[in-house]
């Protein structure tokens, strides 16, 4: 499986102009995300790591995975943490039209009230950003600064950790996914990347 742990200029420059992949390095934060939940064991054991270090996320959910668990997304709001729409059924932007894309968009957008996006996969082309820009002006599509490569069966937890560990500095969006598949290197990655942010001095964010 071929990934880059981080975000280089050149890939960037592949996207739609106007996606954010990073935060001001003003202050020294750090922003870790996670995607594809609400799920119900995984969003549950994420939401009490970051309690323990009190800590601020933002979750990019799945609007059939709300439906099926209205109460991790309410749980996960209630925390104090933030919600982005990540598609109603997880669609891949490369294999969709626009009109398809935008219509998906918009049918979570019943379900997740936030105008933080992020495609699935990280595929998004500019007629597919333009539409849902178009549909809300207030939309901003997020990508990543840092991918925690959790999703990976192949890899560690420690190993993504390492990942994150070398790449991320202030500013940083770090992905992360509350998902089954990921849960594995999930629950060795998250707590000792918490714990390793807390000494660096970072405070833990939400977008």
Same mark, same amino acid.
């Given at each position: ?44 054991? +994420? %939401? $009490? !790591? ?12 799945? #609007?059939?995975? /709300?439906? @099926? ?6 749980? +996960? %709001? $209630? !925390? ?12 891949? #932007?490369?294999? /969709?039209? @626009? ?7 918009? %049918? ?100």
């Amino acid at each position: 499986m071929f990934y880059l742990p981080h975000t280089p200029a050149w890939l960037r420059a592949l996207f739609p102009k106007g996606c954010v992949w990073q935060m001001p390095a003003t202050t020294r934060a750090v922003y870790l995300t996670f995607d594809d939940g609400p799920h119900a064991e995984a969003t549950p054991y +994420v %939401l $009490e !790591q970051l309690e323990r270090y009190s800590a601020k996320a933002s979750f990019f959910c799945i #609007g059939k995975n /709300v439906v @099926a668990h209205p109460e991790l997304y309410t749980a +996960v %709001l $209630e !925390q104090g943490h933030t919600v982005g729409n990540h598609t109603m059924h997880h669609l891949n #932007g490369a294999k /969709v039209s @626009a009109t398809e894309y935008v219509a998906n968009y918009n %049918l979570a957008r019943q379900h997740i009230h936030a105008d933080i996006f992020r495609p699935p996969y990280g595929r998004i082309s500019k007629a597919q950003a333009t539409g849902i820009c178009a549909l809300n002006p207030n939309a901003k599509i997020v990508m990543w600064s840092v991918l925690s490569g959790d999703f990976d069966q192949n890899i560690t937890g420690e190993r993504c950790f390492q990942h994150i560990k070398k790449h991320t500095k202030s500013g940083s969006i770090v992905v992360f996914h509350d998902s089954a598949k990921a849960l594995p290197r999930l629950r060795v990655a998250l707590p000792k990347t918490l714990e390793w942010l807390q000494d660096q001095g970072y405070k833990l964010a939400a977008l």
